[in-house]
């Protein structure tokens, strides 16, 4: 891969840990959000990500996982991605960084690999308001259900801090990624475009109802590989030095 941003020799998949370090002594959980588009900002082709993907991509989805404590993700994704549970283990820890997904209705299917094919157990974050039976069956599937009082933004966090999970990598979806731009959580967007135009009927990257005021991210760098570019941006908050 190119280094473009900062400036620097070439990177192979075996560099890519220090230029997605998570800063060092994390005090809150820190939101970082991972997605790829196309440069005309469809978000899957026929209702998934794969026709977008691209060696490089999947080399920074794989880093990305393995330096965070937990992947957070919408049930809309984990049932069109049919996900699977998590499996390799975290920079320097012995087991992987937990799947968590958020779902107000509970409707995900027991057999979904999240529950069969997952070294550890998968967080259901969830309300009481879910059917009773969905939850039980996904309790019963072997998944770690937790039911919360609300699922807005700062509840889901707040309960990640709770279990010590502060690296937070949101691999969306575009609902999720609404909410959580709208309740000024993210602190990070780490974008593929992918260089394709796509056209169709696809999303884009968040969605939420209108009203929210746009916030601006600076540039922190640009990975380049067969025409696909590795953009990674943060907030800088107020109470942060540059
Ligand atoms: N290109 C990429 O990098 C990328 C990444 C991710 C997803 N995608 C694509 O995005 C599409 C899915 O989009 P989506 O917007 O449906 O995804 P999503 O954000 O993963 O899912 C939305 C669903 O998640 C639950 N949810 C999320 N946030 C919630 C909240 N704060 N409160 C309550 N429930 C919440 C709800 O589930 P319940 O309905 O169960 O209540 C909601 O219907 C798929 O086509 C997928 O391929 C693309």
Known sequence: MRRLLPPGP?????????????????????VRVNFVSSLDGAVSVDGRSAGLGSAADKAVFG????????VLVGAGTARAERYR???KPTVGRDTPPPIAVVTGSAA?????????????PTIV??????PADRRAALREAGGDVVELPDLAPATLLAELERRGLRRVLCEGGPG????????GAVDELCLTLAPLLAAGD????????????P?????????ESEGNLLLRYRIRRSSEGA
């Open 10 to 30: 070439d990177l192979t998949d075996a560099d890519l840990t220090e230029p997605y370090a998570y800063p060092p002594d994390l005090d809150r959980p820190w």
């Open 176 to 183: 999720l990624h609404g909410d959580l731009v709208a309740a």
């Open 85 to 87: 549970g998590a499996r």
């Open 108 to 120: 995900l299917a027991p057999d979904l690999g999240l529950f069969t094919d997952t070294a550890v």
């Open 202 to 213: 696809a999303g884009r990257i968040a969605r939420s109802a209108a009203g929210h005021d």
């Open 125 to 130: 974050l969830t309300t009481a308001e879910a």
């Open 215 to 223: 916030e601006t991210m600076t540039l922190e760098s640009v990975l």
């Open 63 to 70: 880093i990305l996982r393995r330096l965070a404590d937990v």
